[in-house]
């Protein structure tokens, strides 16, 4: 099939940026979006101009890595998948695909549909983990934990940290990201310790990363290839509620 | 080039605790005066920035994706062993080390394998206490599950994304360290050389990705965790960015390559499904405790897989393998499906796959079971492919997965250049000629966490810091050849993309250095990959400068890396006149087609040394003795 | 750990702040529906209703001031977050569709803007009298407020009910999804709550815009106040 793709196309973070479009032939329905820019890419190579820049890697939905809004949903239309899972058999001979890169400030950007999400990092850093240094740990099964415990830790813990959630909300808040790591720890034992002061040192982290907040639309629920829920977000609240209620 | 492993003294259970009880101790207050370079931030790399910044070292970490959260390790979907015995099964350290050096052919360090075992059940440990959700059983406890190739259960995992969180627990102390100031990050950032000074690494060349800026750091050990070389093939499982640039940049440097030949070709990976394929996606091999894997009995049978009936079916696995079946290990199901295909059995597109049938499972255990064991990995198929393999089995083919060669290191992970570590997937270490499931992981954490935060204290405190900065005339001599370097791709202009130069190099390698390989095939390939060398040089365009983002530089000097490379691993391959784990000599095998080892001539690593670019690399060996196992000819039958 | 001050400052502070203060002014909303809607029971219920409220003297205005305090802040943490919003996403889009969300959720500032400027007009018209004096000149035409005759007056302007009823239209809107969203907000929901917070919302909107809304109806349509 015949797809027309128009694309933003921008050279570095302060440059200006522009739609451009270019025509792929012969698109088989088999490829997927990345395999498409990769064809793209090559004829815009041929013809001597520099192709489009996106970030991607493992091609197969974990590492996080890509990141384009589809027709203006973030990772594609589909429910639980990531760019790089979006095959064009999704597409109808004719149709014109728009990409973009996530939009928001603490994701400036780098390169055509490149952004740097180094803000997510630093969020971490602030308080996504439990403070064990290596060594020294008892043994694994001297704790034991409810398999329905470990699952919803775990449904929080698939979070991939691509950023989709900011890109899909109207306001670019990061709300489900930071929801899904203090959800994760803070359904386990081994979280509690520091359960008040991660909740709150990870909020103020993305405040001052210049997230937006959450208006509860639950559009990043939907767009999150992993599909955590937003009731991580509730949970979220609530930790930070009681974290407030007991300050001295 | 002297290869001295200095393994410690006395019996094999005592080699560990005998050297953590008299290595050299670094003085806390004099810890943070060192500087140590880790690049690379997967498993390993992620796990020995954080435990090394823990005990006070200063740390740089490195990674050229846009978060170290992002290291490939992330993709790693089955478990990671550990000698815990939980299920009281009769596991133990010894049974996990004997697998491991019987699962590696016999070409591993025995020394080596056996601390593996050791530290297995710290790491579980460590990974609990930072949070990892394992599966659990509902009482509480841990949940195992038996893996390639293994008569016990001594797999832990998280659903089938256990390289993800165990990734995510190792980056989460990594970024708690960088919050803390231990650790500086620099991600987008590329590593082009390591600079070696009066034959001590003592530091790196990078390049800023996005802003194309080289510059230099300066460290007293620099530590290598930057996986392996599968990308050789162009089409693997691995991620796009996997390359071999650090290992290969650190080998011209002085650092010796052991047995580049061997690689693990795993048996359940989606098949290609055009000439645009980018990558191949891999299947859990888990798929194959509950999947029957088989071929049709007659060449062209072009029906549905569910109209043959099961006596025209070939259940070769169960076949050929009787007592493993199956789970027979990853490089004998490999080269059990290449031979179907070869002869004609394939299904699918070109005739290259095999089935992979859920059918008896989802009669005996019920479609809601097998869904809850499998269904993230069949919804992953089920994307790709647009088949529901609830109802058409899957298709699976072998691919390029895990490379067990590497930089040489002795016991203590230190490569041939004094200073200059190298850790996971990077090292030649633990896994031998063929890697077992779920110790990749395994190896990755146990080198990271336990193994080198001591060995790498150890050497620090007998070498002292080093004095090199980044002004000495190392560090601007290797500047400058980076530089020009960039500047000859920049420079050639010509007319082809590296994306299909590699996929030519794919090629050549994938036919002839791949799951069968011949003298007559590697010699060809040999000279096929010095010609798409010479071409490389002549025909590439890279589009851009080198002072911004450029995606197409960056492939281009990975790929310059892989062409030098791959001819070495060809070389490697031709010299080792056996067939061994996932290396296979079609000239050495039994008559019933298995692996015909020859331990007389090659019980022994192979390591390369590079003497310049117009001489051959020269071989070494580092003999593999085995005191503690006997060397048997290893059978799945 | 955190001052509290501190806290409330963040985004989720602000925004229990914002919840808190539009559950109390929803409260307001409610009694202020339901004291209205004792036009339905004739003048003298109203009027006399009226006249009650008006004798508070300074409860009545303490009444007030905390009313317009719990605006302010409602507004007030509106504003911080909305600009923090929009600065959040410097460059927008060229093509952005929702998933899931409601047209409600993504429209709280053109509903609450519009609420707000009703809320003034609202106050022009029957607390000041600055607009349509004619209607307010009824209600003190004689001994006693005669609230029931202003409204009717009032209502029976087409223009003027229209523009209570579309008011009521956004306020309602604006009620169901912050109803809806203000257990999440202030972290009560549950996994199994959530979904019934929303349904809770959509019903207090409901019952919030037919209640308000039958008033400009019912005049309108001639069924009170009538010949």
Known sequence: MKLTLKVWRQKNATAAGRFESYEANDVSPDMSLLELLDVVNEQLVNKGEEPVAFDHDCREGICGACSMVINGHAHGSDRGTTTCQVHMRRFTNGDTVVLEPWRAKPFPLVRDLMVDRSSFDRIIASGGFVSVNTGGAPDANALPIGKVDADHAFDAAACIGCGACVAACKNASAMLFVAAKVGHLASLPQGQPERDARAVNMIMTMDREGFGACTNTYDCEAACPKEISVDFIGALNRDYRKALSSTR | MKLDARIPSGPLAQKWSSFKGSMKLVNPANKRKYRIIVVGTGLAGASAAASLAELGYQVDAFCFQDSPRRAHSIAAQGGINAAKNYPNDGDSVWRLFYDTVKGGDFRAREANVHRLAEVSTAIIDQCVAQGVPFAREYGGLLDNRSFGGAQVSRTFYARGQTGQQLLLGAYSALERQVGLGKVKMHARTEMLDVVVDNGRAVGIVVRDLTTGVISTHAGDAVVLGTGGYSNVFFLSTNAKGCNVTATWRAHKRGAGFANPCYTQIHPTCIPASGDHQSKLTLMSESLRNDGRVWVPQTKGDVRRPDQIPEAERDYYLERRYPSFGNLAPRDISSRAAKLVCDSGLGVGPGGRGVYLDLADAIKRLGHKTIEERYGNLLAMYGKITDENSYEVPMRIYPAPHYTMGGLWVDYSLMSTVPGLFVIGEANFSDHGANRLGASALMQGLADGYFVLPPTLSDWLAQAGPSSASTGTAAFTTTVQQVNEHTNKMLAVKGHRSPELLHRELGNIMWNKCGMGRTAAGLQEAMREIKDLRGRFWQELRVTGDGACMNTQLEHAGRLADFLEFAELMCRDALEREESCGGHFREEYQTEEGEAQRNDKDFCHAAVWEHRGANQPALRHREELTFDNVHLATRSYK | ?227
């Open chain 3, 1 to 227: 750990m955190i001052r509290l001050g501190d806290g409330l400052r963040s985004s989720i502070g602000t925004k229990f702040l914002m919840a808190v203060s539009g559950v109390l002014l929803l409260g307001f909303v409610v009694a202020h529906m339901l004291g209205n809607l004792q036009l339905f029971l004739g003048h003298e219920a109203l009027d006399s209703y009226a006249q009650k409220i008006q004798d508070m003297g300074a409860l009545l205005w303490v009444a007030r001031a905390g009313l317009f305090t719990l605006l302010v802040l409602h507004v007030g943490s509106a504003l911080k977050l909305t600009r923090q919003n929009r600065a959040a996403r410097p460059i927008p889009y060229g093509v952005h569709k929702p998933f899931q969300s409601s047209y409600a959720s993504r429209t709280m500032v053109m509903s609450g803007v519009i609420v707000l400027a009703f809320v003034l007009y609202h106050l022009l018209h029957f607390t000041f009298g600055a607009v349509d004096a004619e209607s307010y000149a009824l209600a003190h035409a004689g001994a006693g407020l005669q609230v029931h005759a202003m409204v009717v007056h009032a209502f029976q302007q087409p223009i003027v009910a229209l523009s209570y009823m579309l008011a009521m239209a956004l306020l309602s809107l604006h009620i169901a999804h912050g109803v809806g969203s203000l257990f999440q907000t202030l972290g009560l929901n549950t996994q199994r709550t959530r979904c019934a917070a929303t349904r809770l919302g959509k019903g207090v909107g409901a019952v919030v815009f037919l209640g308000n809304v039958s008033m400009p109806l019912a005049v309108l349509a001639g069924w009170v106040g009538g010949n």
